[in-house]
């Protein structure tokens, strides 16, 4: 397995390659195949405005902006986890394990109760919970030992209490309840360009601010003592690097729900694959996470078309055995 990995990080340029295909493929995929029983070659067509209105109405009304959705979800939890794990140190860290995700997902279902009729505060809304919870978590981990096992015991804790109030808001306010249990599953059906815009621009924005600080990352992953040794101010980092994080799983949870495990199961595969140089980790996290989530949420219309799966449920059942995985190959606190 060690000499595997070695190719792979030796031949980079070709891993970058297959890992752009697969997304490509599982885009094309998404675009192609669904529980409409609309043909690939249709698809196709009616993308261009040709064949049955129905026809065109699906691809360019469904089927696009779905698979715009997925890929944008998979490459922002995926390079949010990234971060969120380089920051702290620590590879159990996945979005939804240490409760970004429920944070997300507390604030936007709040706005979404308080205001129904300004979307545009969803994303904003859901980026502040997750820079919250994130903050939160991490701040409860320095105070009580921050050892691996207890800042996951500490996410763990804070986002059952932010799901606890996910439930209550769904409760007490109805309207704001409707398709909540798509939400807290995780899901993309449904989903317009139109809401895709405010969350997109600021997953991109995310993106570019976690790329440009990709040497920072690299020197915070080492420790608060290497940082200061180089002269890095490690604090005012770390909050633009977990405001990063945060802008990336906030907006796509607005959107996606609450999608689990991608954050956690993208980053260890990318850094089998590319190694753990940021600067590598954080585009191959993106390209995987794409290709992971627009695949999956294929698989999920398809397997029991005409029926359909919330896509976080296949995303679940990959990435909870993943998680127990990790758990078990630590040692000491430490990854063996």
């Not at 469904?62 to 986890?81: I, K």
């Not at 570019?208 to 608060?224: N, P, R, Y």
């Not at 029926?307 to 127990?324: A, Y």
Request: charged fraction near 10%; glycine fraction near 12%.
């Amino acid at each position: 397995m060690r000499r595997l990995q070695t190719s792979f990080i030796q031949n980079k340029p070709l891993v970058f390659a297959a890992l752009a295909a697969a997304a490509l493929l599982a885009a094309a995929a998404s675009l192609c195949f669904g529980s409409s029983g609309l043909s690939a070659a249709d698809t196709l067509r009616a993308l261009f405005g040709q064949g049955e209105a129905s026809a065109v109405a699906i691809a360019r009304h469904v089927r696009a902006p779905r698979t715009l959705a997925a890929v944008l979800c998979g490459a922002g939890l995926a390079v949010g986890g990234a971060v969120i794990q380089g920051v702290l140190g620590n590879p159990l860290a996945g979005p939804n394990i240490i409760g970004v995700n429920a944070g997300a997902g507390f604030f936007a279902i709040l706005v979404s109760a308080a205001a129904p009729e300004v979307y545009g505060l969803v994303p904003l809304a859901a980026f502040v919970g997750a820079l919250a919870a994130c903050f939160l978590v991490y701040g409860l981990a320095r105070r009580t030992g921050a050892s691996r096992i207890t800042l996951v015991l500490a996410g763990v804790a804070v986002s059952s209490m932010l799901s606890a109030g996910i439930d209550a808001v769904a409760t007490l306010a109805p309207d704001a309840a409707v398709g909540a249990n798509s939400f807290l599953v995780g899901g993309l059906s449904g989903v317009t360009l139109q809401r895709l815009v405010l969350p997109g621009a600021l997953i991109a924005a995310g993106l570019l601010a976690a790329f440009a600080l990709h040497t920072e990352l690299d020197i915070l992953s080492l420790g608060d003592d290497v940082a200061r040794s180089v002269g890095l101010a490690a604090a005012p980092v770390r909050c633009l690097l977990l405001g990063a994080a945060a802008v990336l799983c906030g907006a796509s949870v607005s959107f996606a729900g609450l999608v689990g495990f991608v954050g956690l199961i993208v980053p260890h595969a990318a850094r089998f694959l590319v190694g753990g140089e940021s600067r590598a980790l954080l585009p191959a996290s993106a390209l995987l996470g794409a290709a992971l989530v627009a695949g999956c949420d294929t698989l999920a219309r398809v397997l029991f078309a005409p029926f359909e799966l919330p896509v976080g449920i296949l995303l679940s059942l990959l990435g909870g055995p993943f998680f127990l995985w990790l758990l078990f190959r630590q040692r000491g606190g430490r990854l063996s």
